[in-house]
């Protein structure tokens, strides 16, 4: 009796183990390849791709033909052999520069002059056949094009009468791991890191294969593995041997990794007395560290530094500037070809100055004395992250040096692991925005591809939502932001509605419906949680520390530009920080044209009111509004838009995979809750100040400010 019964229950868990096994649980992230649906389209596919040659092996080559392999046996069903001289319906994978059979073909001429990283990916006849050629000038150029042509299929595109040409705009296409040597995360909400360095180097866990491909699909090309809060640890022996076991699998996939180089390092892990950048034994260590580490990892690429901010060392310790710190690193990376990105992330609570004007005053007078390979690496805004700021204005203000693209993939500010927030359209609000500084068009798109001051390196840079979680972000939707990122990298062209297609597309269903719903949902998400987090222009209005749900009320912390009161600068007159020349003269730092927009209250947009202006509660908006009233409507239509969301999701059900829908409905709620939560704290602790009443029709919070003001959360993630 007993034995039938084990005997039964190992059955039953036998298949309930299998049907987890088999259900959808995010791992493959945009990478699933499942059978085309379509029933026309995958014959049209099937007829046009019979073989597949891929030409002059090396790593990268054979992970191309791997991958080919896998995707084209998915996508179509059916195995496609390899083989080695062209038949009819061939896809041949090769590059151009070595490839014999290729040279025989009458390819576009524009192949010569494609840049490396670039690819060509064109249907052809040649002597009868018909076939589809993906090529570059190198072979990580054809890993590209092959995800490409992979993307068409997966995204059900027409495959006849191709001619597509493409290649990077931004040089630098690197994620920024806060990931600690312990494996936690700093403001990661996805589990721990994904780096096992207590393994590392002998365990090769298969995600950082996963990981690579991954990225390689979308054109990143770099990874900082560690966390800009830097330990120096990092940089010993012991574990650049695990940093190289790391680097020996990316490499496959065009992926150079990157460390944060803690400022100290030749204190701590050096034995020196001093890290003063100017002091000779200091520069020598730092060289003979640089070359034990290209001895170990040839393609190495360089440092990324946090260096006097948030309590980081660097070299204002030794009374030395930015500049003379990141050219001693510099001068030992340059016979490598490394690379420094030093952060502008830069402000201390014990100068008197407003936040966001700290790191324009401290890095506009080095423009021009940095070295060669130094890129200075800026945030979208000029304080943090939030769910909106208005653009960097350091963005146009340094022509003589590379500035890279600082955004943040993980939603520290944007509702953290459980709020669905897409988040291609902030990146591309800030790449869009015009800084004027050489005329009209001049946005910071342009300055960040280097392409208006001729730089010959440029670079971007996305800290990365990616941990230990099954599906990787966390929240599904996660993943949206993190190929959003690289595809806005490779092209910053792209829209945001064509980037969210492609996403929805390879990671849920063709099916139309399905994109145009889900298409919808995201796009308008980024502006509800503006809404219901901090409209107008509002900003850091969040819990203290964690970061996590709202606290407008924090004040009286050990930094004033720690605290809530120090932005919003709520009183009875009014709210919003005056940063207009009346105020702390922010404005001052942007060219005429945008300083004149910011400055004027008719020409200010609403999305940045607060943030450049203090006004009284009862001033009047464009609507007609008063600005309590508005700001009231502003945080009711926040939970709105996210009571629409779950209702457009509830539609899909019966098309999304089960545990997926789940998954997204049950984190929807929580974000419903969280919204509410967002609303009824700033409405009830901004009435405190503005005594005036809730408009009438909307609905009164059910919850006092105390109670709101008592939670507490000591063991919020990502700290
Ligand atoms: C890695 C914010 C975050 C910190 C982060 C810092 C930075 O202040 O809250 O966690 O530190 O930015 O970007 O350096």
Known sequence: MKTSLLITTLIISFFINRTNLYSEDGYRLWLRYD??????????????????LVDNNSPTLSAVKEELQNGLTGLLGKNIPVISATKNRTVIASNYKKSKILKELSLSPEISNIPDDGYLIQTLKHKGNDIIVITSNSDVGVMYGTFEFLRLLQTQKPITNLKIISYPKIKLRILNHWDNLNRTVERGYAGFSIWDWHKLPDYIDTRYKDYARANASIGINGTVLTNVNANAWVLTHDYLLKVAALANVFRTYGIKVYLTARFSAPIEIGNLKTADPLNEDVRQWWKEKVKEIYSLIPDFGGFLVKANSEGQPGPQNYGRSHADGANMLAEALEPYGGVVMWRAFVYDNNIPEDRAKQAYNEFKPLDGKFKKNVLIQVKNGPIDFQPREPFHPLFGAMPNTPLMMEFQITQEYLGQGTHLVYLATLFKECLESDTYCKGKGSTVAKVIDGSLDNHSISGIAGVSNIGTDRNWTGHLFGQANWYAFGRLAWNHELTSEEVAEEWIRQTFSNDNEVVSKIKTIMLKSREDCVNYMTPLGLHHIMGWNHHYGPAP????????????????????????????????????????????????LEKCPDEYLLWFHHLPWNYKMKSGNTLWEELCYHYYKGVEGVKETI???????????????????????????????????????????????IPN??????????????LNFPYAPGI
């Open 697 to 710: 029709e909307l609905e009164k919070p059910d919850k006092s400010l105390e109670y709101y003001m008592n």
């Open 553 to 600: 009320w924090i004040k009286d912390k050990h930094r004033d530009d720690w605290t809530s009161v120090y932005y919003h600068r709520a009183d009875s007159n009014g709210i919003g920080f005056d940063r207009t020349e009346k105020g702390s003269n922010a404005v001052s730092q942007y060219y005429p044209e945008v300083a004149e927009i910011f400055s004027s």
């Open 35 to 52: 059978k085309v649906t379509n029933k026309s389209l995958l014959k049209s596919y099937t007829t046009q791709i019979k073989y597949l």
């Open 647 to 693: 209702n457009i999701w509830k539609s899909l059900e019966s098309k999304i995979d089960k545990d997926e829908f789940e998954h997204v409905k049950m984190l929807l709620n929580i974000q419903l809750k969280e919204a509410i939560w967002w609303r009824n704290a700033c409405v009830l602790y901004f009435q405190t100040f503005s005594k005036m009443p």
